[in-house]
């Protein structure tokens, strides 16, 4: 198993420009969400997903997309890139809700936005 | 606001010796915490996940304890290594859903030989 995979590892974007940061987990789990990382401070989520075809808002959702079209597959898009984006992100999945299960983190995708 | 805080902040310790992370929460209610680990440049990793009826609880060399009394948490790491210079991460769950978890900011530990 490839566990949780993220693409790309690094990214820098302009101010204004759209992209997606790809997700995959091979391990048939129905839970997956998205995460940034900003210094000092905690994991934040963004947007979740209990299973194909059904996301959900997290704390800070504002500025991004998501969408679940197969069990393996949670891209996020972000739709005009802000200065306040730049963070590190994360990818995470569980077998169910993330509050019991275990739950698996991808290694990251480190974006900057100029 | 539910919030996870971590004691201390930072931490340097030389190879060989104990340390103890502290994590206070007050997310309510409780269904359980975990401590995760992250490696510089790499995603977060489980090490323990304890509810409510769990108080202790072991993964090799690292201890975990909770007292949802007093809604304090401790990770103790005995005889460190190198390698466990890293992150630690305190989270904790109101309920087995999966769109409440709770992070704390971290301990950054460095073990030096």
């Known amino acids: 198993n490839a566990g949780v995979t993220q693409t790309p590892k690094f990214q820098v974007l302009k101010t204004g420009q759209s992209m997606t940061l790809q997700c995959a987990q091979d391990m048939n789990h129905e839970y997956m969400s998205w995460y940034r990382q900003d210094p000092g401070m905690g994991l934040r989520l963004i947007h979740y997903s209990v299973g194909a075809g059904i996301t959900d808002q997290g704390e800070v959702p504002n500025g991004y997309n998501v969408s679940r079209s197969t069990t393996e597959d949670f891209p996020l898009r972000l739709l005009s890139a802000a200065p306040s984006q730049t963070s590190v992100y994360f990818c995470a999945s569980s077998l169910f809700g993330q509050g019991k299960y275990e739950q698996y983190f991808g290694p990251g995708t480190r974006l900057t936005v100029t | 606001k539910n919030q996870v805080e971590q004691s201390p902040q930072s931490l340097i310790i030389l190879e060989g010796k104990n340390c103890t992370l502290q994590c206070n929460y007050t997310v309510s209610p409780f269904s359980n915490l975990r401590w995760y680990k992250q490696d510089t440049g790499r995603g977060p990793v489980s090490l323990t996940i304890?509810?409510?009826?769990?108080n202790t609880k072991s993964n090799g060399r690292y201890t975990a304890t909770l007292d949802a009394d007093t809604k304090q948490s401790s990770l103790h790491i005995t005889a460190s290594q190198l390698s466990d210079s890293a992150s630690y991460i305190c989270?904790?769950?109101?309920?087995?859903?999966?769109?409440?978890?709770?992070f704390g900011g971290g301990t950054r530990l460095m073990v030096k030989p």
């Open positions: 989270v904790v769950s109101p309920n087995n859903a999966g769109n409440m978890l709770t």
């Open positions: 304890m509810t409510f009826s769990e």
